[in-house]
C-alpha cells in the first residue's frame, strides 16, 4: 500500500504487479512469493483493485484511485448518453454577431469549436500559448448567454481561475470552490446528489485537473450539463495522479477542436514562438542580448555574476 501510495505522488493511478512486486521487495527484503500472496490478499480484502492489462500482466490499483477512474467513464457515458437542454439557434448568425462586437474575425477552426460548443455535451479545445483559447471561450460564453444558458466557470488554481475572471468579465472559480469544498466532512458538499445548477460548465487549464477532481466534477454534473474542457496538452500535467485530458483526447469519445493558428501578438512574443518551437522538436530562437525581446538565454559562469544578473533583471529589465 505504502509503495501504491508513493507511486501515485509520482502521478501514477495504478502500478504493473511485477513493478509493484520488486519495488516492496526492494523495500521489504522479503521473499517475492510472500509478497504476491499479500497483493492478493489486499485484493481479496478489497483495499486493492487488480485488472489484466492488454500487454499481459496486471495493473495493481488503489482501490480509492480505481472507483475515481471507472466512475468516471461511467459518468462521461451517462453524460454523453443525456440530451441537453434544448436550443434554438442560428449559430453562423450568432458567430458574426459575436465577429462584429468584438471587431473581429475569427479563425475556422475558433467557429468550429463555438459550432460544436452550442450542442456537444462534451468539448475539449486543446491548443498551444498565443492560439486564440481565452477570445474563443469568451464567444462560447457570450452566445450562449443571449440564448439563456446557465454558465460556470473554474479553473483548478487560483491564479488560473482570476485570470479567467478578467479575461471573460465573469465569476470564475477554483474547481474546489465551485463544488464547495466541506473542510469538515474533507469532500465536497456539490454532487450527485446536490449537483450544480447548470446547463454549461467550462474549465480552464484542464491539463492540471487530475483523476479524482475530475471523478468530483463528473459527480457533480447534471446529466444534462454540457462540459467544455480547455486546456494546452502540452503544459503543465495535474500534481495528482492521472492524465484526464490527454486520456478523454485518446478515447475518441470528446469532440475535440485543435486550436493550430498563432495570432499576430502571439507571433511577436518570443515566448509563444519558443514553445511552438520546443513542441516541434527545434531549437528555441535566442534574440541579441539587450534587445526588448520577452524571452532572453542569458549564459553566466560565476556565483556572484549569477546572483549580479537576477538583481538587474529583477529590479531594471523586467519592471
Known sequence: LHVLATLSDEGHVYVPRPRLLSAAVEILTIDPPIIDKAIGDLAAAERVV??????????VYLKSLHTAEAASAGRIRLLLGTKSRPIRIDIERAITWFEEQQTMTLADEQKEAIRKAATSKLLVVTGGPGTGK???????????????????????????????????????????????????KFGFDRDASNPLEADLVILDEASMID???????????????????VGDIDQLPS?????????????????????????????????????HRVN??????????GSKADFF???????????????????????
Open 280 to 289: 516541434e522538436g527545434n531549437m528555441p530562437e535566442l534574440p541579441p542580448e
Open 50 to 59: 487488480i485488472e489484466p492489462r492488454p500487454s499481459g500482466d496486471e495493473a
Open 239 to 275: 500534481v495528482g495522479p492521472g492524465s484526464v485530458l490527454g486520456d478523454i483526447l485518446r478515447s475518441g469519445v470528446a469532440d475535440v477542436v485543435r486550436l493550430r493558428h498563432i495570432f499576430r501578438q502571439g507571433s511577436e512574443s518570443l515566448i509563444v514562438v519558443n514553445a
Open 297 to 319: 538565454f542569458i549564459e553566466r559562469g560565476e556565483p556572484e555574476e549569477i546572483a549580479a544578473t537576477l538583481k538587474a533583471l529583477v529590479r531594471q529589465h523586467i519592471p
Open 211 to 229: 483523476t479524482v477532481l475530475a471523478y468530483n466534477v463528473l459527480k457533480a454534473l447534471p446529466f444534462h450539463c454540457q462540459l467544455v474542457l
Open 134 to 184: 481565452t477570445t474563443l471561450v469568451n464567444g462560447i460564453i457570450r452566445i450562449l448567454e443571449k440564448k439563456g444558458r446557465r454558465i460556470l466557470l473554474a479553473a483548478p488554481t487560483g491564479r488560473a481561475a482570476k485570470r479567467m475572471a478578467e479575461t471573460t468579465g465573469r465569476e470564475a472559480k477554483t474547481i474546489h470552490r465551485l463544488l464547495e469544498f466541506n473542510p469538515k
